[in-house]
């Protein structure tokens, strides 16, 4: 059940038991190519993410809600923002489904305190893994250092921080990838993530969140 006073104030239903809000995200593929002109520097040395999809802004009460899924267990919550965010992919017109999706993995200290990832449990439930047109892979990115929480660092700490905390455990050369989280706010844990896999070898890389920093 969602908190009481959860659908105070928003606006059209959705069919997922929430309705529209004012921070949702609607992909517009006409912004999205010309957010995708590269300046100089993006033209030679290309960034690893060809595009970020974001299903809300993390304001109210969606912000509530991803709390609860990641610290609170209310893994009931999961499937509801799998829903969102695959309504803003559907939108995006991503063309063809990548070939692997990979949830953002927590180092082995973090998952045994958590019980859970709560990237994993948005990833699982994505209809482009639900009708297999896309593989869910949950161990060919792993996290093999400890990091401090990045939202208790100032922005400037945050890519030193997962600096090497990700490695490729399994093949992606040539493939397209699709990165699963569930907040972003500075980008640097998806960057970082997305740096890995190229220097694997992936051909693309994607990032999809359910919500982002204004």
């Known amino acids: 059940m969602l908190p009481r006073g959860i659908n ?34 993006c033209a030679s040395h290309p960034p690893p993410l060809s595009r970020c999809i974001a299903a809300m802004d993390y304001v109210f009460p969606w912000d509530r809600l991803l709390l609860g ?25 991503i063309g063809a489904a990548p070939d692997l999706i990979v949830p953002i993995p927590l180092s082995m200290a973090r998952l045994r305190e958590r019980g859970y990832n709560q990237a994993h449990e948005i990833a699982r439930r994505l209809p482009l893994v639900t009708e297999r047109q896309s593989r ?53 844990t ?6 890995t896999l190229r220097r694997a070898g992936a051909a693309d890389v994607q990032a999809w969140v359910a919500a982002r920093t204004p």
């Not at 490695?167 to 972003?184: E, F, N, Q, T």
């Not at 998806?190 to 740096?195: D, P, V, W």
């Open 136 to 188: 869910l892979c949950a161990r060919t990115l792993v996290r093999v250092r400890h990091t401090d929480q990045q939202a208790q660092l100032p922005l400037d700490e945050r890519r030193h921080n997962l600096r090497g905390a990700f490695a490729v455990v399994a093949p992606v050369r040539g493939l397209r990838v699709a990165i699963v989280d569930d907040v972003m706010t500075s980008g640097a």
């Open 69 to 93: 899924l990641k610290f609170g267990e209310r893994l009931e919550l999961a499937p509801l923002m799998a829903s969102r965010l695959a309504r803003a992919i559907a939108r995006a017109d």
């Open 190 to 195: 998806l960057h970082e993530a997305a740096l």
């Open 8 to 41: 105070a104030g928003l606006g059209e239903d959705t069919g997922t038991g929430l309705r529209d809000a004012p921070g949702d995200r609607v992909a517009d593929p006409d912004v999205d190519s010309r957010r995708r002109l590269r300046c100089g520097r």
